[in-house]
């Protein structure tokens, strides 16, 4: 496929804590990152929100509407809204700002995984919140709770009965045939949209063959059927985006993913990410579509049909 989706996930949820001072938080600057972002050439926007008085990932729908509207009114993206949130809130929690605001697009974990982010407190030393570095420490006894009933439920709830479709988050092999599974079942239809997820511990490791592999399968089991992206933690960010450009994919960066533009040096935002991953890919003969073309590939019902 010559088209390719650039999807930018603006600020971080149980990823990463605010250790940038560029990691947008308070919806004036989530709403000015998506804007950018999307100037820059991401037609998809992947949106978590922060509650702007500690910083800490938020599911409350107020929290979502003071950003939202102004997305949509200052660009074209595809809003596309977490369900994942934190593995610390409840799947009510996660599901309450999405539920109201229908979207188009959502995030959607595709399996129970352990998620440990502990490795990064030992490299940090510049906090920005209190909670962070306990937070971190903890991650050794967090489980990210997405079992096949939650994954009903959300399929039900924000497919079937609000039209969005879904990023399939695919952590690991194990997430591919939970994906086959839904869709034997009939409670999602082609064209799947694969997010390929590398570097965090307790799915799969940002190696090159992985990918190969991921590719291979989800060959077998969904045929002509699916798209795939890939994002990759922190500084393998931009070599897992290129070589999934390289073999047809699509990609995702920004500051929920990784921090950096270079190796030690920190993202001044998150269109310098949509910039450096737009010339990668165009230097390979790939030609980056808007958010219509995205719309056009993914079936997505419009920002017409949103409560946005």
């Given amino acids: 496929m010559r088209e390719i989706i650039i999807t930018c996930a603006l600020t971080g949820s149980i990823h990463t804590p605010s250790m940038s001072p560029h990691l ?176 965090v511990l307790g799915g799969m490791g940002p190696e090159p063959e992985n990918l190969s592999h991921m590719v291979r399968i989800a060959d077998k089991l969904f045929g002509a059927d699916y798209m795939f992206s890939v994002l990759a933690a922190g500084r393998h960010q931009m070599p897992m985006a290129a070589q999934a450009a390289a073999m047809g994919g699509h990609v995702r960066v920004g500051l929920e993913d990784s921090l950096t533009i270079a190796r030690g040096t920190l993202a001044r935002s998150n269109a310098e990410q949509v910039e450096k991953v737009r010339g990668i890919v165009e230097a390979m003969g790939r030609e980056v579509v808007d958010a219509d073309g995205a719309r056009r590939l993914l079936r997505l019902k419009g920002a017409d049909r949103t409560a946005i």
């Avoid at 009933?149 to 039900?156: G, K, M, N, Q, S």
């Avoid at 879904?166 to 869709?183: N, P, T, V």
Wanted: glycine share 8%; proline share 6%.
């Fill in 24 to 199: 947008p938080v308070t919806a004036d600057e989530i709403a000015k990152a998506g804007v950018e972002a999307a100037e820059a050439g991401a037609s998809i926007l992947h949106l978590h929100a922060r509650d702007p008085e500690t910083g800490r990932p938020s599911a409350d729908p107020d929290h979502f509407r003071a950003f939202l509207p102004r997305l949509k009114q200052g660009c074209d993206a595809v809003l596309n809204l977490s369900t994942g949130g934190s593995a610390v809130m409840t799947l009510d929690e996660r599901l309450a700002a999405p539920k109201e605001a229908a979207p188009e697009m959502a995030s959607l974990n595709m399996g129970t995984m352990n998620f440990a982010l502990y490795p990064m407190a030992e490299r940090i030393t510049d906090w920005q919140h209190d909670w962070e570095q306990p937070f971190l420490e903890g991650s050794d006894d967090l489980v990210f709770k997405n079992t096949p009933r939650d994954i009903a439920r959300i399929l039900t709830e924000l497919g079937q009965e609000r039209g969005a479709r879904f990023e399939f988050e695919c952590y690991d092999l194990g997430h591919l045939y939970m994906l086959r599974h839904f869709a034997d079942r009939g409670l999602i239809e082609a064209p799947f949209f694969i997010q390929f997820v590398f570097g």
